[in-house]
């Protein structure tokens, strides 16, 4: 049983918006600016979309928004494209030198 | 840019050793610029920390609370890499194995391909 907890899927059509949740307590995500959120495409290794809450990395486009509110961390994905079809995972700094991740949120394009 | 090769034996069986190997290339293990972690994927665990070494003066590692008794991540700074080590292997130790660069705290950028390790006799 993963520590935060996501929808098991999502779903929109094409140019559409979609937002996925993260919950956890007030020890991880409602104590840290330390969440992240992951894209993982089938056989593929995980790639880092945001962190801290609502930060993205050099190269990921500006559809992708992160944002927090109390113990639950959210992922929008704006302009959906078939390409974003795919697992997107959370991750939160826990304390104590310890990562908890999320169950994972399979988003399909309609 | 950073990359990272993981190795290692595919199939281990129960009761002994998981040892994978990462090696860097892009960055050094001895930087003090980010850290170095292991972390495992399974249909039943899903995404799962596992630990991770880092130096800063000093080499530090922490492990996550579930492996904590049986893991050990080290590096080698000859060869520009790091190590996973976890001992009494059970099949639920089954998954698909990643290392990762970067803190804790501002999430892993760069990860290894992935190495699908079976523990079965």
């Known amino acids: 049983q993963s520590a935060l907890t996501q929808p098991p899927s999502a779903s929109g059509s094409p140019g559409q918006s979609v937002t996925i949740s993260c919950t956890g307590t007030?020890?991880?995500?409602?104590?840290?600016?330390?969440v992240s959120w992951y894209q993982q495409h089938p056989g593929k290794a995980p790639k880092l979309m945001i962190f801290?809450?609502?930060k993205r990395p050099s190269g990921v486009p500006d559809r992708f928004f992160g944002s927090k509110s109390g113990n639950t961390a959210s992922l929008t994905v704006s302009g959906l494209q078939a390409d974003d079809e795919a697992d997107y995972y959370c991750?939160?700094?826990?304390?104590?030198?310890?990562?908890?991740f999320g169950g994972g949120t399979k988003l399909t394009v309609l | 840019q950073v990359q990272l090769q993981q190795s290692g034996p595919g199939l281990v069986k129960p009761s002994q050793t998981l040892s994978l190997t990462c090696a860097i290339s892009?960055?050094?293990?001895?930087?003090?610029?980010?850290?170095w972690n292991w972390i495992r994927q399974s249909p039943s665990r899903g995404l799962e920390w596992l630990g991770r070494t880092y130096y800063t003066s000093k080499w530090n590692n922490d492990y996550a609370g579930p492996v904590k008794s049986r893991i050990s991540i080290n590096s080698d700074t000859s060869k520009n890499q790091f190590s996973l080590y976890l001992n009494s292997v059970t099949p639920d130790d089954t998954a698909v194995y990643y290392c990762?660069?970067?803190?804790?705290?501002?999430?892993?950028?760069?990860w290894g391909q992935g190495s699908l390790v079976t523990v079965s006799s």
């Open positions: 991750s939160s700094y826990a304390g104590n030198n310890n990562l908890a």
């Open positions: 892009g960055d050094s293990v001895s930087s003090n610029s980010a850290g």
């Open positions: 007030s020890s991880d995500v409602g104590a840290y600016n330390s």
């Open positions: 801290e809450v609502n």
């Open positions: 990762a660069r970067g803190w804790l705290q501002t999430g892993l950028a760069y």
